[in-house]
């Protein structure tokens, strides 16, 4: 797993921790996490953007979870974006394929499109155009709309769409029902969970896929 520090990650980790499936937990980043402390996981310094510095850490596992992404997009170049976002994950995932890992799993975000104005969601989508020829068994893309997070992380714009976004489940019926926020604890807990279930080939998960894995929505 890439990206086991940040806000989703760390739900992702806290919940198979809490399961009896997981028999090793390998956790690449660039720091260690040192409040993990027991025998099933396996935590590796690594640089993202050199294969190299993993490629023999992923050998040896049934599947793969990224939540590695910018926190604040807007924040850093678009070449660095790009970096980060796409061209690492992309080189991590080519090296699953090659250990022979069959199910991968990516956080991502609702609305992608190749087509799309937006040049983040753009890239989101380039990113999983490229994994789905990479031909794994399976391949669970997850697209929440706004995270929402106990805390705010990145100043007044957050803070604001924190107190706002809830109070807009009521309109975001139908089609709109993916846009309904999702809280951080819920999305952590759905991709853990979907590890475990059977499944093959391609799939996009929503604000309802994730309440069914999660069971913690309403």
């Known amino acids: ?18 399961s009896k499936g997981v028999e090793k937990l390998s956790l690449l980043g660039r720091r260690t996490i040192p409040e993990l402390d027991t025998g099933i996981v396996a935590q590796h310094q690594i640089d993202i953007n050199d294969v190299d510095t993993y490629t023999d850490f992923v050998k040896g596992h049934d599947a793969a979870i990224c939540t590695l992404g910018v926190g604040q997009p807007s ?12 061209l690492a994950v992309i080189a ?9 890992i069959e199910h991968f799993q990516l956080l991502s975000s609702v609305g992608i499109k190749l087509d799309s104005s937006s040049f983040y969601l753009r890239t989101k989508a380039e990113l999983v155009e490229e994994l789905k020829k990479l031909d794994f068994e399976r391949l669970s893309i ?27 489940k009521p309109i975001l019926l139908g089609k709109l029902r993916k846009y309904r926020g999702v809280s951080v604890m819920a999305l952590g807990t759905a991709i853990a969970n979907n590890v475990f279930e059977k499944g093959a080939g391609y799939e996009s998960m929503h604000w309802d896929e994730f309440k069914i894995l999660a069971n913690t929505l309403s």
């Open 1 to 18: 797993m890439v990206g086991a520090s940040g806000a989703v990650g760390s739900r992702v980790v806290e919940k198979l921790l809490e």
């Open 75 to 86: 924040k850093v170049s678009k070449e660095e974006f790009i970096k980060i976002d796409k």
């Open 92 to 100: 991590f995932a080519k090296e699953c394929k090659n250990a022979g």
């Open 142 to 168: 997850f697209q929440p709309s706004m995270i929402l997070t106990p805390t705010n992380r990145y100043g007044f714009s957050q803070g604001l769409l924190l107190k706002v976004w809830p109070m807009l």
